[in-house]
């Protein structure tokens, strides 16, 4: 652990310039917007700070390019981008952070917030925002929530994270009779298909030839691995993977505990018992995947557009994820966050709450990227109608205070996407690797749950505290 690096609050209040005689509200302006665009928040008062220079890394691609000259538009604070693959990606940031060369800010995801949080490398963002004039109650998810570490902010999310959904090839189901049928927005049904509902219409989408081989598959997910799919549905289940899932001061697996084995045992029969998703190989051997080539039904998959495009080759509607004991919404997706070490902390949280707080910004974020994380409604309300418009609102209809939907949001509960502090990636690989060998029918599910159970608790014991 990184004491030494550790931010006290006086050191942030130092290095941020955020005392009462200098202060300065977050997500800044230019003094004269262009007409017709406005900014949000506390976004309309401070002065930018022209001539500004800061570095950051993300995995996004080009993505973030879209967004670097809107932020120092507002803000006159040029961003220098550091890129890196998402391969290696944490590895090598979290070796940089230590050792003192580390960029101003940087791009996480929640699964690797256990990396993160308690190495000290990281500066809690909540003396700057209780600073500002951020209505703090417009956050999908509040940001010690979400990113939050023994009471403390340690990021902003950029998105609202997505959930897994239904994506349907409406013309496969409508060729088979069964479209009247599906839970899809706007329908009576929306959201009320539990897991077998799911199972017994893709039996009715399945075609399987006379010699056995596949023709059409009802669902076109890969079961084998694990993934966030894996632990949507075990969550559905009321299961675990750790004893303490949301504190990183986990001290065992749960992953072979009656609920989560039961939720698995669902996904692992659409392939053995089933029959309605594909083997690895078969699926595999497919060019594209079942879904993209037209040989299944439907697949679970993220709530963005971009998985599936408009010009996929066929007509989609979407549904939210069938369940099995209840609704839920995953917390934890991409957050920005401060190097405690980086000499530039006020303006580097500056450009951070720009990009996540300003309505121009998120106008754009939601037609470019996703669904934003701050005060999203209104900016998915306001967009045209179109497919990712009903994809961003299925997103929000499990949220409390988000939903057009507010009685949908009753029964929903929510889970960490991440694996904890202590052997993430371990945990990850151990649990791959058992959902492998049992989807390929290799091995039986218990007795693997039970194996990675003994060897994730081995690893989480060696792991200093």
Request: hydrophobic content about 40%; proline content about 6%; overall charge negative.
């Amino acid at each position: 652990m990184v004491d030494k690096q550790r931010m006290k609050r006086r050191d942030f209040l130092r290095l941020s310039a955020l005392g009462a005689a200098s202060a300065v509200v977050v997500a800044c302006a230019p003094p004269a917007a262009p007409a017709g665009q406005q900014t949000s928040g506390a976004a309309a008062n401070a002065p930018a700070k022209q001539g500004a220079e800061i570095r950051f890394t993300h995995w996004w691609g080009e993505q973030f390019k879209h967004y670097i000259p809107l932020v120092e538009q507002k803000t006159g604070i040029k961003a220098v981008e550091e890129p890196s693959p998402y391969n290696g990606y944490f590895e090598k940031l979290l070796t940089q952070l230590v050792s003192g060369v580390g960029p101003d800010f940087m791009l996480l995801d929640a699964n690797e917030f256990g990396q993160f949080w308690p190495s000290g490398t990281v500066a809690p963002i909540d003396e700057y925002l209780t600073s500002s004039d951020i209505d703090m109650a417009k956050w999908n998810i509040a940001p010690k929530e979400e990113n939050g570490w023994e009471g403390k902010a340690m990021g902003l999310s950029l998105f609202t994270m997505q959930d897994l959904i239904l994506h349907v090839n409406k013309d496969l189901a409508d060729a088979a009779g069964i479209t009247k049928e599906l839970p899809v927005w706007g329908a009576d049904n929306f959201d009320q298909w539990h897991w077998d509902d799911l199972v017994a219409w893709c039996k009715k989408g399945t075609k399987v030839n006379a010699d056995g081989t596949v023709e059409q598959y009802g669902l076109a997910t890969n079961f084998a691995g694990f993934s966030d799919i894996h632990r949507a549905i075990i969550a559905t289940n009321q299961g675990h993977v750790l004893d303490d899932e949301w504190n990183y001061k986990e001290t065992k697996s749960l992953v072979n505990s009656p609920e989560t084995v039961a939720a698995l045992q669902k996904m692992v029969d659409t392939v053995l018992v089933d029959k309605i998703a594909p083997t690895p190989d078969a699926a595999q051997a497919i060019q594209g995947g079942p879904y993209r080539a037209k040989r299944a039904l439907c697949e679970i998959n993220w709530s963005t557009p971009s998985i599936y495009p408009d010009d996929v080759g066929f007509e989609q509607i979407h549904a939210h994820l069938p369940f099995l004991k209840t609704r839920v919404h995953a917390v934890g997706a991409n957050c920005l966050s401060l190097n405690s070490a980086s000499k530039n902390l006020e303006t580097s949280a500056k450009w951070i709450t720009t990009f996540c707080i300003d309505k121009d910004i998120r106008t754009e974020f939601l037609q470019v990227s996703s669904v934003p994380a701050y005060d999203p409604l209104p900016i998915v309300q306001a967009s045209p109608e179109s497919r990712a418009k009903t994809i961003a609102l299925i997103n929000l209809s499990r949220i409390d205070g988000m939903s057009t939907l507010p009685a949908n949001t009753k029964d929903t509960e929510k889970y960490p996407r991440g694996y904890g502090a202590k052997a993430p990636q371990f945990m990850r690989d151990t649990l791959a690797a058992a959902m492998q060998s049992v989807v390929i029918g290799s091995a039986g599910l218990q007795q693997a749950m039970d194996d990675a159970k003994t060897k994730i608790d081995a690893e989480l014991a060696k792991a200093k505290s």
